[in-house]
């Protein structure tokens, strides 16, 4: 394992098209989400990483901070050696945004889960290219991102990520006990780095 490193990140370009999908909002809405996007204030983008090794074990993969039966995982990280372990959060704003706009305005409420959706997957994807490029450099390739709770791959992981990647007092996220994050506008997950051809 690497020492965790933690990250802020400049604020990725807001992909309206994104945006707009998450929502299911048609163009008639952009004075919409024009209003939504001047209120939005206060959003952060911050990263907590680390690299860890990993080795097939009892037909699972031990990835030392946790051990995974996961097929999916398994699959995903075939040909790979070390894994990047990531939590990514953009803070409380769009939490509160929402909360807020929840009986006084639906519509309002929804434009902002759509706007904090986008925004926490747009640092995930800056924080990707930025290990990307740190990885290409050293002759790595990278594979997809892949979660907790997706595909086979349990979500009481989260409590290994957050124990390992000390996130509540690095990003200030917590889980509560179905193993949901908050701020609700985070991400965790695991990329595998694989040896490029000679």
Do not use: W
């Not at 995974?68 to 953009?90: G, H, M, P, R």
């Not at 769009?94 to 807020?100: F, T, Y």
């Not at 997957?121 to 990707?128: G, I, K, M, T």
């Not at 349990?154 to 994050?181: A, F, H, S, W």
């Amino acid at each position: 394992m690497t020492p965790v490193r933690t990250i802020s990140i400049e604020e990725p370009k807001f992909n309206i098209k994104e945006i707009k999908r998450y929502s299911h909002y048609g163009e008639a809405d952009d004075s919409l989400l024009d209003s939504c996007l001047e209120e939005l204030k206060g959003i952060t983008y911050r990263v907590s990483y680390a690299e860890f090794d990993i080795t097939e074990k009892d037909g699972g993969l031990d990835l030392e901070f946790a051990f995974t039966d996961s097929k999916n995982l398994q699959t995903n990280l075939k040909n790979c050696e070390k894994i990047i372990l990531f939590a990514a959060t953009v803070g409380f704003a769009p939490d509160r945004l929402i909360e807020k706009y929840n009986r006084i305005s639906p519509a309002k409420a929804l434009m902002f889960q759509a706007i904090g959706s986008e925004r926490a997957e747009s640092l995930c994807d800056a924080f990707n290219e930025m290990i990307r490029a740190e990885y290409d450099a050293k002759g790595y390739k990278l594979h997809p991102r892949f979660s907790p709770g997706y595909g086979d791959l349990p979500i009481t992981m989260q409590r290994d990520i957050m124990r390992v990647l000390d996130c509540r007092k690095n990003l200030g996220i917590i889980l509560n006990e179905n193993c949901l994050m908050m701020p609700s506008k985070s991400v965790t997950a695991i990329i595998g780095t694989e040896k490029k051809e000679s």
